[in-house]
């Protein structure tokens, strides 16, 4: 991962004290898993992560970096709810105010606008069925080159984990399949029977529709199933890009129909 002591997030990612202890109690029943305290993502991922909480490449996501425009403020007496926006969607963000300071001039409530970028960080749960961030920290976005950075750097964080989860899995099947071959065996492995960018081959024909667009909308959904049709059902289709948009292959557009590969950027 980058050095992340840059005009975003002031070397936020790698202070494991700042939000003092958020293990909970069963975190060291899942020690075995391969986690990240934080990363940034897009709002996308978000919505379409899974009632376990955001994950990259299998890798579970603890707290999450947003960066974001808010669209709307609801202030109540203890809490303040936010409408973020970005490129890849909307979703809520709730921040809890400490009663004790809000009683003191209202100093726990963030100096931020309607329109204003802000840099947000969380962690995802689901409440009656939709996505909400329940935010620890909010910032405001003062250099407009912060919003490119944050975007680069959900890229390449994403690539980071792709590759620490491609070696994971090359180790594991090498050891899996040695054991299980005789010593003289000659048997060889093919790429189309194993996966590529951690894709097997029908995602991969998903991916390759995308990436292949050169429109700035990305292609549509109709475009895409009519030239799949006759190689998978229109269930199958959904699933696999419902599964990319979760795992930040892909986003939407202009709307829900039309989808970009995320190293399209």
Same mark, same amino acid.
Request: aromatic share 8%; proline share 3%; with cysteine.
């Given at each position: 991962?980058?050095?992340?002591?840059?005009?975003?997030?002031?070397?936020?990612?790698?202070?494991?004290?700042?939000?003092?202890?958020?293990? %909970?109690?069963?975190?060291?029943?899942?020690?075995?898993?391969?986690?990240?305290? %934080?990363?940034?993502?897009?709002?996308? $991922?978000?919505?379409?992560?899974?009632?376990?909480?955001?994950?990259?490449?299998?890798?579970?996501?603890?707290?999450? &970096?947003?960066?974001?425009?808010?669209?709307?403020?609801?202030?109540?007496?203890?809490?303040?709810?936010?409408? +973020? $926006?970005?490129?890849?969607?909307?979703?809520?963000?709730?921040?809890?105010?400490?009663?004790?300071?809000?009683?003191?001039?209202?100093?726990?409530?963030?100096?931020?606008?309607?329109?204003?970028?802000?840099?947000?960080?969380?962690?995802?749960?689901?409440? @009656?069925?939709?996505?909400?961030?329940?935010?620890? @920290?909010?910032?405001?976005?003062?250099?407009?080159?912060?919003?490119?950075?944050?975007? +680069?750097? &959900?890229?390449?964080?994403?690539?980071?984990?792709?590759?620490?989860?491609?070696?994971?899995?090359?180790?594991?099947?090498?050891? %899996?399949?040695?054991?299980? +071959? *005789?010593?003289?065996?000659?048997?060889?492995?093919?790429?189309?029977?194993?996966?590529?960018?951690?894709?097997? *081959?029908?995602?991969?024909?998903?991916?390759?529709?995308?990436?292949?667009?050169?429109?700035? $909308?990305?292609?549509?959904?109709?475009?895409?199933?009519?030239?799949?049709?006759?190689?998978?059902?229109?269930?199958?289709?959904?699933?696999?890009?419902?599964?990319? &948009?979760?795992?930040?292959?892909?986003?939407?557009?202009?709307?829900?129909?039309?989808?970009?590969? %995320?190293?399209?950027?």
């Amino acid at each position: 991962m980058w050095n992340d002591q840059s005009a975003v997030g002031g070397g936020f990612f790698n202070s494991p004290n700042q939000f003092g202890n958020v293990n %909970t109690p069963n975190q060291a029943q899942k020690s075995a898993r391969r986690s990240s305290r %934080t990363a940034p993502i897009v709002i996308r $991922q978000a919505l379409h992560s899974g009632d376990d909480g955001v994950k990259i490449w299998g890798t579970e996501i603890q707290i999450v &970096c947003i960066v974001a425009r808010v669209r709307n403020i609801r202030m109540q007496s203890t809490k303040i709810t936010y409408t +973020l $926006q970005d490129i890849t969607g909307r979703m809520r963000a709730v921040l809890w105010l400490d009663q004790d300071a809000a009683d003191e001039e209202d100093k726990s409530a963030p100096k931020v606008q309607v329109d204003d970028y802000i840099q947000v960080y969380g962690t995802v749960k689901t409440n @009656k069925g939709r996505k909400v961030l329940m935010t620890f @920290k909010i910032m405001p976005v003062t250099d407009v080159n912060a919003i490119t950075f944050h975007y +680069l750097h &959900c890229i390449q964080n994403r690539l980071k984990m792709e590759s620490d989860s491609k070696k994971e899995k090359v180790e594991t099947n090498n050891s %899996t399949f040695a054991s299980g +071959l *005789p010593a003289n065996s000659m048997v060889g492995v093919t790429e189309s029977s194993g996966s590529v960018n951690g894709l097997n *081959p029908r995602q991969m024909m998903v991916f390759n529709l995308i990436r292949a667009s050169t429109m700035e $909308q990305g292609i549509s959904k109709e475009d895409m199933y009519s030239s799949l049709k006759d190689r998978m059902s229109q269930v199958e289709f959904e699933n696999i890009l419902e599964w990319m &948009c979760g795992e930040g292959h892909i986003y939407s557009t202009i709307d829900e129909e039309h989808y970009r590969a %995320t190293d399209a950027f």
